[in-house]
DNA sequence: CCGAGCGGTTACCTGCAGGTAACCCGAATA
DNA sequence: TATTCGGGTTACCTGCAGGTAACCGCTCGG
């Protein structure tokens, strides 16, 4: 019968940058989004194939989030028909290193699944 | 005017490894915990404390689902008063790397704020 | 004996992310 | 002329994650 540890905390580390970061890629569908524009621009319906059982109205909501928060670039390209191409922004790029992250422990899962 | 591209999708990545993964972190405290697991085990008061906002009901919630998905580790101790102490499993230890990014990316967010 | 701390549980309520389905305009194609 | 495609919008509905608050049994310290 061991006594209790009461031990402190140490460095409470102010992990609010979890949070901070996380509202940008929270969402079901926005991790995916970044992930196909990972190697450069897309257009919206590419986008849709891409991302499997995203339904319109979703994907477009997530865009324009992302778009609001500055991940995303949105750009009506005047082509005939005309179309939109989405990419990443700087931040967005910046954002690569840790959905690579998730996907490759997604992978292992898959793995020993 | 330029004619638009209608490009194939190159190489379609087969992506359920990112909702695989995203659905053990997802909710908006399971990043928190794996973070804050990652030096090693820690009673529940302890996360209540390092987690500041969250509730004993969705602790409790969170802890339960990532031991279910195997992602921590529960074990009572029996010292007086008894305690409860979680760890990260093997599996969450994977998560570290990703979370690590996610951390990453969160801190140079603040920093340009 | 009283109160506090530990590790929860239970009941109740709320918001919003997400799903479905219908519809929109303009340009190109048949 | 009618249909298709691109890129959405709108209305409506649903589930569940999360928040609040009260309560619980046990043990320890004063």
Redesign the pocket.
Known sequence: ?V??R?NKVEQPPEVCPLGECMSLI?????PHVIWYLRDGPR????LRGDIK??????L?????QLERDGVVI?RE?DS???????SLSELGAELRPAIAAIVDVGHRLKQRR
Chains 1, 2 share one sequence.
């Open positions: 019968m006594k209790v009461r929270s969402g079901a569908w926005s257009r919206f319906s590419e059982g995203v339904s319109a109205k979703v477009t909501a997530r865009l324009r949105r390209v005939s028909p005309p179309t939109v191409e989405y």
